[in-house]
């Protein structure tokens, strides 16, 4: 074959499966079909932003393969530098496909076909590519293949005049990520468990009530609210994720409850108060992350899941609501949030200079030696 050929391929192949090719590099086609790896990345937003960030541009520089990316509609924006970029057509899929995207892989019945197919095309397909790299912590593969500690950022683009006025207009706004599913650590294995809608009605109500504006990021992941709040709220998620990343960063200040969101809202260099269960964060080690990010754009409430999946709203309120209101408006009067640089961030962290990454209650740090 040559790449005339490739690239026809490719295109036959996207259209019979039922993709979108959002991006290729024409260029970059090979010349035979064996240089190609398609990694299958519909997972959970956790998973995708810590691909996005420690790993994906060194597996990039590293393999030396034509990388087809199969993933969510629109996020091809968190890796601006892969080769070729797929979503399927058919957004009706989407919702099974969200409720399976689990820690690094999905276990929706809804993929195994999508596998199958991709395997009828290309020899190497892989659906839990992050895992080799960071599960439970970054792994010895990491630092065998990679060396030292790779991070990069993307550029986050100017904020439409739109959602400029918009959030211009409104009290003070925090983004909040309404997720049907939240995470439960169980017995050292990640669980994915039901949140009600009336939960987040009840917090956006609070919110409201303390004078905060909940600009709601919905999704495939997400219930829509719009119909109870209507214009008591914001609302993105149809835009183009490099738009959803500005208004994060717009923002500035981001509320995850259990869901991980708060990965992607750093990836946007947007603070974010985290309610988290305690044993779950340090047993994932998701602190080398943060710590990797920005220590001072974290704030941390540790609680258990179950009492947002199971309770009603006094034991939200008493659980970590009532904590949650407190922590923001402590934030909402200090200085300490920062707007960090939007540029493409790309940096090498040798790990020689890195001590341990130390957890303790309240705060995070990573020490050098000395």
């Not at 790449?3 to 996207?14: C, D, I, K, P």
Request: charged share 25%; with cysteine.
């Amino acid at each position: 074959m040559n790449q005339f050929e490739v690239s026809h391929f490719l295109q036959r192949a996207a259209d019979k499966l039922g993709y979108n090719r959002e991006f290729f590099a024409e260029k970059d086609i090979p010349k035979d079909t064996s240089d190609i790896r398609v990694l299958v990345c519909l997972w959970d937003v956790r998973s995708l932003s810590i691909f996005s960030s420690l790993i994906f541009n060194q597996l990039r520089k590293i393999e030396n393969k034509y990388i087809i990316m199969v993933g969510w509609p629109g996020f091809k924006a968190l890796f601006p530098n892969v080769n070729e970029f797929w979503s399927l057509k058919s957004l009706s899929e989407y919702r099974a496909l969200a409720l399976g995207a689990s820690d690094g892989s999905n276990r929706s019945d809804a993929l195994l076909p999508l596998v199958r197919g991709l395997n009828y095309y290309f020899e190497d397909v892989q659906e839990e590519a992050v895992l080799d790299y960071f599960d439970n912590g970054l792994t010895e593969r990491y630092f065998r293949e990679f060396k030292n500690i790779h991070k990069f950022l993307p550029n986050i683009q100017s904020l439409n005049s739109q959602f400029q006025s918009q959030i211009n207009n409104k009290k003070k706004c925090v983004i909040l990520f309404p997720s049907i599913k939240i995470n439960l650590w169980r017995a050292r294995v990640l669980e994915k468990i039901d949140i009600s809608k009336d939960f987040w009605l009840y917090l956006c109500k609070r919110l409201l009530k303390e004078g905060y504006t909940p600009f709601l990021y919905q999704n495939q992941f997400t219930y829509d609210l719009s119909p109870e709040l209507t214009d008591q709220c914001l609302y993105m998620g149809a835009e183009k994720l490099e738009q959803i990343l500005a208004i994060f960063n717009q923002v500035g200040l981001s509320i995850d409850i259990f869901s991980g969101i708060s990965k992607f809202a750093l990836i946007a260099r947007c603070a974010a108060i985290v309610v988290d269960q305690h044993l779950r964060y340090v047993d994932q080690k998701d602190y080398q992350f943060d710590s990797l990010m920005q220590t001072n754009q974290v704030k941390n409430i540790y609680s258990f899941p179950l009492t947002a999946s199971q309770g009603d709203e006094e034991s939200w309120r008493v659980g970590f609501v009532d904590n949650l209101l407190n922590n923001l408006k402590e934030i909402d009067n200090s200085s300490d949030v920062k707007f960090l640089n939007t540029n493409t961030i790309e940096e090498e962290i040798q790990f020689s200079d890195l001590g341990d990454f130390k957890l303790n209650k309240f705060s995070l740090k990573m020490f050098k030696k000395t």
